[in-house]
């Protein structure tokens, strides 16, 4: 199984990620961003798209990576990814459902101000245009089909230890 922890920037997606890990048996966390480094790290490099997700190849990476390694290992996989594009979460979700990969969709959500406050606040990676660029595409993301795709945990109020409790709850049952 795959427990897929969306949403943007600041949610608390690679904070919570690892909390879900140990309260789930035989999970590991995998953070398919590795795969669009991976990418980046060609060289000469790929052409410039802005984001290693709108690299046609990337997407089914992340479906062969986590299917391989759910085939080693068994148990499930958490991956604290983004994916804000509607096509690009059909691809990876039919491409993990051709393989028999049931997947657990949750979506890390905070109000503007919160997330704004939290990128801005971050002492690890420090303040990023890049990270405050995905607000609005959140938002849209969020009105159009996001939240109709996933279980929303809203983590305004939360700690990542009580979001992570949530998350694993709900899959335990």
Do not use: C
């Amino acid at each position: 199984m795959i427990v897929w922890l969306n949403g943007t920037h600041g949610a608390g997606k690679t904070t919570t990620g690892p909390l879900v890990r140990q309260l789930l048996p035989d999970s590991r966390v995998f953070d398919a961003e590795k795969v669009g480094e991976t990418l980046m790290d060609i060289t000469p490099g790929l052409p410039w798209t802005g984001n290693f997700q709108h690299w046609p190849p990337w997407r089914p990476l992340v479906v062969e990576t986590a299917r391989r390694a759910l085939d080693y290992t068994g148990g499930t996989l958490v991956m604290p990814m983004t994916v804000l594009v509607e096509e690009y979460w059909r691809e990876i979700s039919t491409g993990l459902a051709q393989h028999a990969i049931p997947v657990r969709h949750f979506v890390l959500h905070a109000d503007r101000d919160t997330l704004r406050g939290r990128i801005e606040g971050d002492t690890d990676m420090g303040p990023s245009t890049f990270r405050l660029a995905y607000l609005e595409p959140y938002a849209e993301a969020a009105r159009t089909w996001l939240h109709r795709e996933a279980e929303v945990v809203d983590t305004t109020h939360l700690t990542p230890a009580q979001a992570a409790e949530r998350i694993a709850e709900s899959v335990r049952s």
